[in-house]
């Protein structure tokens, strides 16, 4: 039940963080909500609400009604109402926050068919629980070779125990509908408890799963995004990234929900920007639209019988010369606006300066030592030299 930072404590319960029950690295709850009231104090007469928010394993989440008033606080290891049993969780929101969270996903916060919280859980739940957590892989490899065997084109990518261990939920996705009667007698045959089967979609199993992203961050789905928005094609090439499938694509299969992140600030950028099918007609012929530069409100473009040289237009100029030719007038040449631009083919020299000074990269190298002549080879050549210096004349 903890990260590496914060482990746990007595109970299952997380210890280390002492940031209001939830870990501060974020590494062992998943979609946690900062519970900001929690230093605040209820006005008088008003009762706090008896709704909290549960997290079971990985980023499923429910919320169960607390109608006996037990004392709970976030990082909690509660007992549940199940359908059949009891399930084990951990309290991840109490208080005025849990309504808002309900309203989010569309619940009742009146709902008086909530399920309810039976108590706080005991070491033999807990231990229980490991119990069944412990076994989860090991029948999820027995659960996908029985489906192979069967020929069933699925994948079982998630079991999740009941905290009873009476039942267990098998998460899988298949491109098409599955008859898995046969496997379920199978499998309640091999591991004799009762069998719940659930579709879910390639993010969901992402979010479930959770992983590293390209970015090198933990996946969005399974640390803060609650919802999944549609993601096209098209908000790549607002942004005009390569339509690479390989590069658009997350650990899910679907393109990356962070395409919809900036996308707005670009559609605000390219309200009056002029298309990039652009055309502008000249003295010296046609003009296409080659290259856009949002950022920089740079167009480039070039002449058809040209396609290697590009001239550098401003945003203003290219709208200026459109208008020019709505009114059925035509500039004499693109140069004419292009002079005082960059132009791409013209690249400027580059100069890279030493950040760290102007040291040599051998100046923590040991310097040379030189050899040391024999005393005897010195006084040979003194000898030597002053053979040959000529006589001084009296």
Same mark, same amino acid.
């Given at each position: 039940m903890g990260c590496s930072s914060c482990s746990t404590g007595k109970d299952g319960?997380?210890?280390?963080?002492?940031?209001?029950?939830t870990c501060g690295t974020d590494g062992c709850n998943k979609l946690t909500v900062f519970d900001w009231l929690s230093n605040m104090s209820l006005p008088n007469g008003q009762k706090p609400f008896d709704c909290v928010e549960v997290r079971f394993k990985n980023s499923r989440k *429910?919320?169960?009604?607390?109608?006996?008033? &037990?004392t709970l606080s976030i990082g909690d290891i509660i007992a549940t109402q199940?359908?059949?049993?009891?399930d084990i969780g951990m309290v991840t929101l109490t208080g005025e926050l849990v309504k808002v969270q309900m309203k989010k996903k569309k619940e009742d916060p009146n709902d008086k068919d909530l399920p309810k919280i039976y108590r706080k859980a005991s070491q033999k739940d807990i231990d229980i629980w490991q119990k069944c957590r412990d076994r989860e892989e090991e029948i999820k490899k027995r659960a996908?070779?029985?489906?192979i065997a069967l020929n069933l084109q699925m994948k079982i990518s998630d079991v999740e125990f009941q905290g009873d261990g009476s039942k267990a939920t098998f998460y899988y996705t298949a491109e *098409?509908?599955?008859?898995?009667?046969?496997? &379920?007698?199978d499998m309640a045959k091999a591991f004799s408890i009762r069998i719940e089967m659930r579709q879910i979609g390639y993010r969901q199993e992402a979010q479930r799963l959770g992983g590293i992203g390209s970015c090198g961050r933990e996946l969005c789905c399974s640390t803060w995004l609650t919802d999944f928005r549609s993601v096209s094609t098209a908000a790549a090439r607002y942004q005009q990234l390569s339509l690479n499938p390989q590069k658009l694509a997350g650990q899910c299969g679907k393109l990356k929900c962070c395409l919809n992140y900036e996308l707005d600030v670009y559609l605000d950028a390219l309200k009056d920007f002029p298309s990039q099918e652009t055309?502008?007609?000249?003295?010296?012929?046609?003009?296409f639209c080659q290259k856009v530069d949002i950022f920089k409100s740079m167009l480039w473009f070039s002449y058809r019988d040209e396609p290697a040289n590009?001239?550098?237009l401003t945003k203003d100029q290219v709208n200026e010369i459109l208008e020019k030719n709505k009114n059925n007038e035509k500039i004499a040449s693109l140069e004419e606006y292009s002079a005082d631009n960059e132009v791409v083919s013209v690249e400027k020299e580059k100069v890279f300066e030493n950040v760290v000074g102007q040291d040599s990269l051998t100046r923590f190298d040991k310097p040379k030592q030189k050899?040391?002549?024999?005393?005897?080879?010195?006084?040979?050549?003194?000898?030597?030299n002053n053979k040959k210096r000529p006589a001084n004349n009296a």
């Open positions: 319960q997380p210890r280390g963080c002492k940031n209001n029950g *429910e919320f169960f009604r607390n109608t006996d008033n &037990i199940a359908k059949t049993g009891h996908r070779e029985i489906a *098409e509908r599955v008859d898995f009667r046969q496997l &379920i007698k055309r502008i007609s000249t003295g010296k012929g046609v003009a590009w001239h550098a050899r040391k002549r024999n005393k005897s080879q010195n006084q040979n050549n003194k000898r030597r």
